[in-house]
């Protein structure tokens, strides 16, 4: 019914204006109402609410502790400080280990190079029997890595390249560690006796055929995982003939 149908009529104007208040009236609380109250069924559950099924729960001594671990575990602060502890002792050891090998690497081929080099004395008689020439020469090839005094250095003078060989094995059965000439060995060269291969000791005489015996027990130069190389014994041995002098 259009509005202008009721002039005219004042009873019937009454009730439509009656009716068109009350519809307004009526209308209005629903949009002064928040949006959620729209939907009802968008509401959120009370957490302290419980619903028919619902189990009465109590936290133990367990869930805490439960809770405590779970918290620790998405905890992330100081996880870099951790990862760089255990990524630093792997790669600190491996350097270690690293430079230790590369140390005795070098010690080991600075003492056979300045062994050649000094010995080139030796085949003209003029060096000293003691071989302190030969470990003076090998610390200054080291830059001290390997002192002076704590090379061992052993010469044997033998007549000919044919005598300057290894000790032939035996079995030593008594324990002295001297071979008796009941106890047998083995004869490499066929010569029918058994040859010691000690020779004579010193720097030997003209023509002579002299073995040189170096020996040195290296001494870690790194804490930790270095000293795993403690106590290796590094050795150079030379053979050289002197010179008709």
Do not use: C, K
């Amino acid at each position: 019914m259009r509005r202008d149908e009721g002039r005219g009529h004042p009873h019937l104007h009454h009730h439509l204006r009656h009716y068109t208040r009350q519809r307004h009236s009526s209308a209005l609380p629903r949009l002064r109402q928040p949006a959620g109250e729209l939907f009802p069924f968008a509401r959120q559950r009370d957490p302290g609410q419980r619903l028919r099924g619902d189990r009465a729960r109590t936290d133990t001594a367990e869930d805490r502790r439960m809770n405590t671990l779970a918290r620790l575990l998405r905890d992330r602060g100081g996880a870099s400080t951790v990862e760089f502890a255990l990524i630093a002792g792997v790669a600190l050891s491996l350097m270690t280990t690293v430079f230790e090998i590369s140390m005795i690497g070098f010690a080991r081929q600075a003492m056979d190079t300045a062994a050649h080099r000094a010995v080139r004395l030796g085949v003209t008689g003029r060096a000293p029997d003691d071989g302190a020439w030969i470990a003076a020469a090998v610390e200054r090839a080291t830059v001290g890595i390997v002192p002076a005094d704590e090379i061992r250095v052993t010469a044997a003078a033998h007549a000919g390249f044919g005598a300057a060989r290894p000790a032939e094995p035996f079995t030593d059965s008594d324990g002295d560690g001297v071979h008796d000439p009941s106890e047998p060995f083995t004869d490499n060269n066929g010569n029918g006796i058994r040859d010691d291969g000690a020779g004579v000791p010193g720097a030997g005489g003209a023509s002579e055929v002299v073995v040189y015996r170096l020996e040195h027990v290296w001494r870690a130069l790194t804490p930790g995982i270095g000293r795993l190389f403690e106590g290796r014994v590094l050795t150079t041995t030379l053979t050289v003939q002197n010179e008709p002098f």
